[in-house]
């Protein structure tokens, strides 16, 4: 069941209240019960590969945690993992590793076609972190399967993230509350905000992006250039919209998922926009790969290595394509080459008297680490290699900002003034849209702030939002915007 669906409309608010409305020892059966169904709604077979998942990292745990044997806690260890990894491999790499060996054997090997499960990628990582914990401290073992299969099914965050530790959800389910007004409304602001990010800012610079990318030929630099820095704009508020929204209905629910996104729109340096992206999956790779692989313990090379290595691996978990692979060395060449010049930077600015504080000067590093994610972007966007490269030869081999260069990129964008000012005002309304889901202190939508004019302002905003999301969704149902969240091929 996809968060763009009036089928969720129902789903949610039934979910919602009913378990508020149960005893407490009843409420994770219900939950279950909900994600399961959340689940199957649209694919019921795969519902059977999530709960074989579920089960073989259970009893790996219970192995570990019983701590029979060092051996015996080492082989159930390499089983969560080989299973995991092996399910994600079968359904997810079959084809690629196949058209790999064809490409360099000449073989003619048939490609297998076989259909990617929603959300495999995120929920074997998340019960690979699991089953990796426990071997470190068996005393995590959760020894009741029920509130371990809703770890790993829990219908906010299991079909794209975030990415949780078991160590954030376990304790949560475990935990008897009482409904609030302060998560309530939280949560309904976050669910409000993530619609907004992705029905009324990505949905509408996606179809740009489309448009763009679907007309190579007729592209021009300038086409790219700006369809680089608003595929950035879209697959921020495509996927953070949906982390917004799964963190919001598990705010409903009294459960608090960890922040998926801190503003990386707004890095001045490539580590930070790293450190600010898809903060689950980040922190996954360097807790689970970078520091075993020795992370900068072992000099400077080995430490470079291992971040070109892990960022590889971070762009094929994005898809089974040499163009995600190409990306993920790409934002880790980056990140090494700012790593690298990062003292002789600060060095040289030290000297000038240059505030790499100052805000115009943030403003410049900001606008050109957004340049270089714009072009890494093209990667992750294009369908193949050779596209990729035509793509970036026009962008450096062809720029042009004399007036029919700019008139045929808007052209081929098929973008004119009111687009462009739609454009300003979803950027403009995102920035404030964040100002409202985490309030600064004394702020109208902080908390505390509850006058009659203050309650009043407020829902005006909330009616006056829901209109536009409202207006928007029927737009994109009507066909003229797409609705299915990026990641969700992931």
């Known amino acids: 069941m996809s968060f763009i669906s009036l089928a969720f409309l129902i789903f949610l608010p039934v979910t919602v209240v009913v378990h508020w409305l149960l005893p407490f020892k009843l409420r994770k059966y219900w939950l279950l019960a909900m994600s399961i169904f959340f689940y199957a709604w649209g694919e019921p077979f795969y519902v059977v590969l999530m709960i074989f998942s579920a089960v073989v990292d259970y009893c790996c745990g219970r192995v570990i945690g019983a701590k029979i044997s060092p051996r015996a806690s080492k082989l159930a260890l390499l089983a969560s993992i080989f299973v995991n990894l092996g399910l994600l491999s079968i359904f997810k790499y079959t084809d690629f590793l196949i058209g790999t060996v064809n490409a360099l054997a000449g073989t003619s090997i048939p490609l297998q076609h076989l259909p990617l499960p929603i959300g495999i990628s995120f929920y ?19 020894k009741n399967f029920i509130t371990y299969a809703l770890y790993v099914s829990f219908f906010p965050q299991l079909v794209a993230g975030p990415i949780e530790r078991a160590s954030n959800l376990l304790h949560q389910f475990r935990e008897e509350k009482q409904a609030n007004a302060e998560d309530l409304v939280a949560g309904f602001r976050q669910i409000l905000f993530g619609f907004f990010k992705k029905v009324c800012v990505a949905d509408m610079v996606g179809s740009l992006v489309n448009t763009a990318f679907g007309n190579v030929a007729e592209g021009n630099g300038l086409t790219f250039w700006i369809a680089g820095m608003l595929f ?259």
């Open 124 to 142: 074997t990582f998340q019960t690979m972190s699991y089953t990796i914990d426990v071997y470190r401290d068996p005393s995590r073992s959760e």
């Open 232 to 490: 950035t704009v879209q697959i921020f508020c495509d996927f953070s919209g949906y982390s917004d929204i799964a963190t919001g209905c598990a705010r409903l629910l009294g459960i608090r998922l960890m922040k998926n996104f801190d503003r990386p729109l707004t890095a001045v340096s490539f580590r930070e926009y790293g450190r600010r992206w898809h903060i689950s999956l980040n922190s996954w790779f360097m807790e689970y790969v970078y520091i075993p692989l020795g992370g900068s313990r072992k000099g400077k090379f080995r430490k470079y290595l291992n971040i070109i290595i892990v960022f590889a691996l971070s762009g094929l978990w994005h898809g089974a394509n040499w163009t995600f692979v190409a990306w993920g060395l790409m934002i880790g060449l980056c990140t090494t080459v700012e790593d690298l010049l990062r003292p002789g930077f600060h060095r040289f600015c030290d000297s000038r008297h240059i505030d790499l504080e100052n805000p115009v000067i943030r403003r410049v590093r900001n606008a050109c680490v957004l340049l270089i994610v714009g072009v890494t972007s093209i990667f992750f966007r294009a369908p193949d290699i050779a596209t990729a490269g035509t793509i970036l030869g026009k962008m450096f081999g062809g720029l042009s900002l004399m007036p029919d260069s700019v008139n045929k990129a808007f052209s081929v964008l098929g973008i004119g003034v009111l687009g462009i000012a739609q454009i300003i005002l979803s950027l403009i309304l995102l920035s404030k849209g964040q100002e409202m889901v985490f309030p600064p202190e004394g702020t109208l939508f902080a908390r505390g702030q509850d006058g009659r004019t203050a309650q009043g302002v407020r829902l005006v905003i909330y009616a006056f939002l829901i209109l536009l999301v409202a207006v928007m969704w029927l737009m994109a149902a009507s066909g003229n915007l797409q609705s299915q969240f990026i990641y969700f091929q992931f």
